[in-house]
């Protein structure tokens, strides 16, 4: 069965850096487009950003943009976010996310599997 695995979460002090990992088994990782998204207390399940099969094209939220870089290595079958200049508001419940698509999706609706989450917690 499909398993995404995410690790590297923690506590860190505000402008510190976090790289969130995704491990994928269970599916042929090159046809899938690859999401991060994030969820506060609270608050609803929010897009981060996406990377295309190749890694060739991207997507990034506004809240994040030039701060986060996603990336990913399909020999490793693995997906990363290179998260710096963390702040407060970055805090949240973090998971990553696969779909058969050839576009970029943006929207929790559009993925076919989630990993359980890794938690981010940036201290002020």
């Known amino acids: 069965q499909v398993q995404l695995v995410e690790s590297g979460g923690g506590l860190v002090q505000a402008g510190g850096s976090l790289r969130l990992s995704c491990a994928a088994s269970?599916?042929?990782?090159?046809?899938?487009?690859m999401g991060w998204f994030r969820q506060a207390p609270g608050k609803e399940r929010e897009f981060v950003a996406v990377?295309?099969?190749?890694?060739?094209?991207?997507a990034y939220a506004d809240s994040v943009k030039g701060r986060f870089t996603i990336s990913r290595d399909n020999a490793k079958n693995t997906v990363y976010l290179q998260m710096n200049s963390l702040k407060p508001e970055d805090t949240a419940v973090y998971y990553c996310?696969?779909?058969?698509?050839?576009?970029?999706?943006?929207?929790?609706?559009?993925?076919?599997?989630w990993g359980q989450g890794t938690q981010v917690t940036v201290s002020s």
């Open positions: 996310a696969a779909d058969r698509n050839i576009v970029l999706p943006t929207t929790p609706q559009a993925y076919d599997y």
């Open positions: 269970g599916l042929t990782f090159s046809w899938y487009a």
């Open positions: 990377i295309n099969c190749s890694g060739g094209n991207t």
